[in-house]
């Protein structure tokens, strides 16, 4: 779906929406925080997001990997800018050429400026947005979306606020679907600039860029560098607390939503923000001005959707990779079409190898390290593993090589009783209470939208010793609601289920549809999963240890003689699956 | 799969099956009383049925269309008899093409007698079983399983019964799977005939024929015409009761439970039955010997599954035609593949038209058009003719042209709202009570095995008068769980629903599987139906009037005037789709 169809489609449920803006960060370090953000931004649902280009294609190859990523990993809705001052024929018809490929929908064409300092110039083969605009429309037909920027307060090099918004027309004539406008602080620029654009006809949607103020120096700094107008009142607020870095960001926050707040009062569809990739003053004012959802209510799948072509009829996955939804993505990319409604029947899983994981992979980089050690320690026994688990279960360690996410909202229903495991022994890493006919809105649980009834069987997914697992299949077979599926590193496997055995494990009833099972448990990707969850022991975890050290022997010892064991309780009516370990006696 | 498979997929499970015999019967009359037999009858699930073969193919047509038709609308394993005296190779070859087309896939080889009385005798092709088997598997390969006869007391015209059993292991080796044994009364010559098998290396499964007695002239006769031993007990059982029939069947009945517990106890793997085409001695028996399981339990859908090729996969059904499944069989025959695991999606249903249907309607039947006008009178109001949707309801009509079969025991849950229904002129023609989680195993609403859920979303179908519909319509406003779809005889459609929704109305959700969704509401699938659900108002009840008479005039208007309705109730943990009706005011 292009970017405009997005944007009517808000306007025909009379909702404003919100997108944001980031840039290509320079380190891998930056780059690695910036995927962080992402993550958890996509959780607000923006409208969309974009990314920038810089001169002459300076950053091709990493605005080009974050969008791609973005819409991949982050079920993000991508613009990817393109600027043509400096790039040569080549250059635009491959970045294209990658965004097309990359299932990008929509490009903000930009002529840019010229390339700064020691990067050199090519000559242009393009010299202005207009021309661009053409070449993509003539080059690649529908394939694209395009936005336009629009001057507020005119651009820089315009001879009048006139022939700035006649040009804007002919942009938009040239085939632009919206225009996003340069950010400004005057409110009074902006309306004149409407009327000015009303007066030449343009029509299509118009979206306000607004800055929030993050800190005195960069606001200082950035209203320098392009010029734009500051209200006097800005000033006045800001003169007397521009030291104190929380007071500037606090007035940020509240300065923006009150912006906001005008702009859509004079119509904006949407609020476009640059957030110079930072995340708390954006949410803040989202938040302020209560335009955040909940998002679980209105998510479509209990996991997020992923934005690539092809990708759209998914609608199941295995449980195993719920903690780690963008390694699925990953090793499944390569797959010409997705289990659409069932996972079984003639469906035989081949998943790919991790490389293209890469950039989630941080083990090499010495600050992730560093905080891997801090976060799991050194332990010297199999109880000190123990306690590193039950800690990220109480939210006292937010990452394990299992988990890329914290604990979920749902777990809190469960979160004691797994605690108690990791204490006994079970060392956890993927789990679901069971749910009995939960209204579809429930703010832990719900998914799918509203009127509809969400189930799960409760599930429980852990490392365990042979000693304990042998103890679990002697009470498994006196509780026929139980299926267990256990597996070592080694490839030794127990199972109550054959081969073929497909279970869902969360499914949804909803109004006027069929039945939707987006989670199941089935043997043979658990299989394949086992292998990655085997590995991550040693590449994750021991490979922060020296060779032969004590804590490495103890990772090693593990990772060859536990097993990965699967429990699914059946009857999600009556069972309790706790009552499976011997932990729980009497319960 | 071959009835030899099924055969040890009982042997495997250590249950006795049991099968029936039935012959062509020679009037069109027999042959409805026949089908309606058939189709009562497989709902005892018998391991297989099979179809006798008139000498020298007198019975050819009727003897392939009852196999066909019993594999496809009764859901039936059928095996077909084929005999060879008196037959041509190219009437050999024909009966075994079409039997292949059919998906016939076992045969039972039999020489046969000569063809008596004026049907001439032709040539015989081949002229022994022995042959005849051995020219199947030349000219047919693996296509079919193969069955032939053994006879406890030796074949008449056998030199001895040691020659007759070295005959059969001949017949064995020319490639049989089993061997089901002529009638007989005197269990020590069955003893003896295994004895004897067992002497000469038959190792096949023998499966024992048995007759119940009905009556004393016919098992006379019989015995007279195949000159089978009695036993003196029996014959002093029935001399003193032999003219009292009530006595006699009574007999029939003990003695045979007897056999066969005896004919179990001496290892036959199952019992087949010459049924004479009658059924309530057979069902008796097996009732006495306790081998009728509760079908529902152990029914793998809620619907019965059509034993032609092709539609094993298919798993989900419209459930418009749910009470006239053989319509739906017949219009959906020519599809090459079935919707599986959803009906929504891509699936676009063309339905074929009734033409195949013929066998099932019988409104020219004089016999059944006098039996209708019975049934129904001859309605001179709306309220007579709701009436009679009542007195369906109630059981004291059984046969409605919307309803092939009697009310369902399920709807027992819901028999007196639907009387209240019917007699506020909700004409209802389908219907399922709503269902939260029932074990998979309850009696009336239970299928798919053991250890799972039963759900039903509440269903009503039913003609209406449009100022009854718009009433509802203005109460489904205030009522966002329902769904409602009606449509006139002309196309005049109100839905709350769009064209592409599917609702599944009935799921499952059993141990170590996917969800199973049988059972959906289609808008598509809905204005096809409707178009059989109209044309039913005027060929199968108008039909019973003459032109231009009150009750000709009455049902005209009723078809031109009233609609179709279907409605759901989506909230099927707490809703109350009858709270929709005015009628059901202050429930």
């Not at 009074?188 to 409407?194: G, H, K, V």
């Not at 800005?234 to 003169?239: E, K, M, P, R, S």
């Not at 109880?383 to 939210?395: S, T």
């Amino acid at each position: 779906m292009r970017i405009l169809d997005r944007i009517n489609g808000y306007k025909k449920i009379g909702k404003p929406f919100f997108s944001f803006e980031y840039f290509p960060p320079k380190t891998e370090s930056g780059l690695h925080n910036l995927y962080s953000r992402l993550d958890r931004m996509a959780g607000l649902e923006p409208c969309f997001i974009d990314i920038t280009w810089g001169a002459g294609g300076s950053t091709a190859e990493t605005s080009l990997t974050l969008s791609k990523d973005a819409q991949t990993y982050f079920g993000l809705n991508v613009m990817m800018h393109l600027t043509c001052i400096g790039m040569s024929e080549e250059k635009l018809r491959s970045a294209l050429d990658q965004a097309r490929d990359s299932g990008i929908r929509d490009i903000m064409a930009l002529r840019g400026d010229s390339p700064r300092g020691d990067r050199g110039t090519e000559p242009s083969f393009i010299e202005s947005s207009i021309d661009l605009i053409r070449w993509i429309k003539k080059n690649y037909g529908n394939t694209f979306g395009i936005a336009v920027g629009g001057y507020p307060e005119g651009h820089p090099e315009a001879k009048s606020k006139d022939d700035c918004v006649s040009f804007l027309k002919k942009k938009v004539d040239a085939g632009a679907d919206f225009v996003v406008t340069q950010l400004f602080f005057d409110l009074e620029e902006y309306r004149l600039f409407l009327a000015r654009c009303a007066k030449v006809g343009i029509t299509c949607p118009i979206i306000p860029g607004i800055l929030p103020i993050i800190s005195f120096d960069r606001f200082q700094k950035f209203t320098e560098f392009t010029g734009i107008k500051v209200p006097p009142a800005i000033h006045a607020a800001l003169d007397p607390i521009r030291t104190d870095d929380e007071k500037v960001r606090n007035y940020g926050v509240e300065l923006c939503s009150t912006m906001c707040k005008e702009l859509l009062s004079l119509g904006a569809p949407g609020l476009h923000f640059y957030t110079l990739n930072l995340e708390s003053s954006v949410t803040e004012t989202l938040q302020k001005m209560d335009l955040l959802d909940d998002c679980r209510t209105r998510r479509s799948m209990p996991w997020r959707a992923s934005k690539v072509d092809g990708r759209k009829d998914e609608d199941v996955r295995p449980i195993f990779w719920s903690n780690r939804p963008k390694s699925y993505l990953a090793r499944t990319m390569t797959w010409d079409d997705f289990p659409n409604g069932r996972w079984g029947s003639s469906f035989s899983p081949t998943f790919g190898s991790l490389n293209d994981y890469y950039i989630f992979r941080r083990g090499h980089d010495p600050a992730v390290r560093e905080n891997r050690l801090k976060l799991w320690g050194s332990p010297k026994s199999e109880k000190e593993v123990a306690d590193a688990f039950a800690n990220f279960c109480l939210g006292k360690i937010n990452f394990l090589p299992w988990c890329e996410m914290p604990v979920q909202i749902e777990t809190s229903r469960i979160v004691s009783d797994l605690v108690t495991l990791n204490q006994n022994g079970y060392l956890t890493i993927n789990s679901q209470p069971q749910v009995n006919a939960a209204p579809s809105d429930s703010p832990d649980v719900g998914w799918g939208g509203p009127g509809g009834f969400i189930y799960q069987k409760a599930y429980v997914e852990f490392f365990t010793s042979k000693e304990n697992l042998l103890a679990l299949l002697e009470r498994v077979k006196e509780t026929p609601s139980i299926s267990i599926h256990a597996i070592s590193a080694a490839g030794d496997s127990h199972s109550t289920l054959d081969d073929q055995a497909v279970s869902a494990v969360t499914w949804g009833v909803f109004p006027g549809r069929e039945i939707i099972q987006p989670t199941v448990v089935d043997s043979k990707s658990f299989k394949i999963w086992k292998d990655e969850a085997f590995d991550l022991w040693l590449d994750e975890w021991r490979a922060l240890y020296a060779k032969d050290s004590e804590s490495w022997n103890l990772i090693s010892r593990i990772h060859g003689d536990y097993f990965l064991v699967n429990v699914v309780e059946n009857d999600f009516v009556n069972g309790d699956i706790y009552k499976l370990f011997p932990c729980f006696k009497g319960r």
